[in-house]
């Protein structure tokens, strides 16, 4: 195989992985398993707030890589749900905090809980050298994908 088979085959296999964890069939695994049955958009909300801390919907959009509209309707759910409270800016009382409950912050250790068992089951025949190369092969991926590439209009 050529250099570009073997890049062509890595880009074909990032791919179906992406589709594969985005995919019903895992979704519904990991709702059955967590017992957390939310869209994909909320668990990112969810995320977003255990690990950021309160911020502003504006905010939630932009780290969430989501539009306005549809945080505001994935709020209005978590909210109805008990997982999310919202109280006005101080600083802007037009703007709204959103911060994550003592109920949605256990909701979402309970369904990165899952995520990590599943995982953990997905490499049970890698020894731990091999889960650990791979990490920092996959670190190294992200890390190369974020930057400029040469020749774009960017760089």
């Known amino acids: 195989m050529t250099r570009r088979d073997d ?3 890595i880009e ?4 179906r992985i992406s589709r594969i964890g985005r995919g019903r069939e895992a ?7 967590s017992g957390i049955d939310l869209s994909r958009p909320g668990i990112s909300i ?3 707030l255990n690990s950021r801390g309160p911020l502003r919907a504006s905010a939630l959009a932009e780290v969430t890589d989501s539009a306005m ?8 759910t978590l909210t109805a749900q008990g997982y ?8 802007d009382g037009r703007a709204r905090i959103v911060t994550l409950t003592r109920h949605g912050a256990a909701a979402y250790r309970r369904y990165r809980a899952t995520i990590d068992d599943i995982i953990d089951l997905t490499f049970d ?6 889960v650990a190369h791979l990490a920092v092969l996959l670190q190294r991926v992200a890390i190369d994908f974020t930057r400029p590439t040469a020749g774009s209009a960017d760089g």
């Not at 979704?27 to 059955?32: G, V, W």
């Not at 509209?69 to 209005?76: C, T």
């Not at 025949?125 to 091999?130: L, N, R, S, T």
């Open 7 to 9: 890049l062509r085959e």
């Open 12 to 15: 074909q296999s990032l791919s």
């Open 27 to 33: 979704a519904r695994l990991r709702a059955e398993r």
């Open 46 to 48: 969810l995320a977003a």
């Open 69 to 76: 509209p549809l945080i505001s309707r994935e709020l209005r």
């Open 84 to 91: 999310v409270t919202s109280s006005a800016d101080p600083d």
């Open 125 to 130: 025949g890698w020894d731990d050298d091999e």
